[in-house]
């Protein structure tokens, strides 16, 4: 039967990792020195701080490395109790990143506001943007900052390799919201070259729970499989890239609230593609796909009208 830890050996287990901590600790000490009271007590001293948590100098990898064996250490000493409470708290380096994000962002609002007195107190009311941005997760994709944007101009769903598919609820949400309620007028499906999400669907590594996810994309892989194939690894890559974004629209357009809006008031679905290489979004050309005809739905109410 396996499983089962006996008690005995799960103490034994721990008197070996305290052995082992204290005599890390010790050796921690000789290169560092004794610990000082702010070491112990998440340094306010910012001399230490740099020296414990690795921000910088010369020791900060070790000192990295020390940290992170030390929690590991705490992860599997607790993970033979029945519960346990978290034995570190935030580590001091992310501290210091956090508070340098939090002075970033005061420092920009002061001059937004500066710049753009009217612009909060508006926000403050509500929003109206004009566009759905449906893109990638990319941190080299920030829709607001590559459009140039404001606050309030784009409504937004990211996701890994920007689709949508058709039984997930929250990207579905942000549709029927942004469509129905805000009304926006366009809405803008945006791929981007060296997609991760795509590079991994091109590939056939175990990754986890994400497999699930790209396996819309392996859907698209292979409906293309024909038009994939000869090409060079990059070139495969960026063929995909485009060839998800029509997909994507494609699918945007089966969407019932969609294809009212198209029909009521003129809702445009654009396909693009963004060159993380060159800042530089291009427009896609998206053929209606040939069997759009089977996914149209129409409200009965409008029939009744
Ligand atoms: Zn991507």
């Given amino acids: 039967m396996a499983g089962f830890w006996p008690f005995s050996a799960w103490k034994a287990k721990r008197k070996e990792k305290k052995q082992r901590s204290e005599a890390k600790a010790k050796l921690k000490e000789s290169a560092l020195g004794p610990k000082s009271k702010e070491s112990t007590t998440g340094a306010k001293n910012p001399d230490n701080l740099t020296n414990i948590t690795g921000v910088a100098g010369a020791s900060s990898k070790n000192d990295y490395s020390y940290q992170q064996q030390q929690q590991e250490d705490d992860a599997t000493s607790n993970a033979h109790l029945e519960y346990s409470v978290p034995t570190t708290t935030m580590a001091a380096a992310d501290k210091t990143v956090l508070d340098d994000l939090l002075t970033r962002n005061k420092e920009w609002a002061q001059r937004t506001a500066e710049t753009n007195p009217a612009l909060f107190p508006a926000l403050a009311v509500g929003q109206s943007p004009k566009i759905l941005w449906l893109g990638c997760s990319d941190s080299r994709v920030p829709e607001t900052t590559i459009l140039d944007l404001m606050p ?103 969407n019932a609230n969609v294809q009212e809006a198209i029909e009521e008031r003129g809702l445009e679905v654009h396909g693009w593609v963004y060159n993380v290489g060159s800042g530089e979004c291009n427009v896609l050309e998206c053929p209606e796909s040939p069997d759009a005809h089977v996914f149209k739905i129409k409200n009965p109410r409008a029939e009744l009208e």
């Fill in 152 to 254: 309030g101009e784009v409504f937004v769903h990211r996701n890994i390799a920007n689709m949508l598919p058709a039984t997930d609820l929250s990207s579905l949400s942000v549709l029927q919201y942004a469509v129905e309620v805000l009304q926006v007028q366009h809405i803008i499906v945006c791929g981007h070259y060296a997609c991760g999400g795509v590079n991994a669907a091109l590939g056939h590594k175990k990754l986890g729970l994400i497999d699930s996810w790209l396996r819309g994309i392996r859907e698209v892989r292979a409906k293309y499989e024909k038009q994939l194939e000869g090409l060079s690894q990059k070139e495969q890559s960026d063929r995909l890239v485009e060839f998800n974004v029509i997909e994507q629209v494609r699918s945007v357009l089966k």
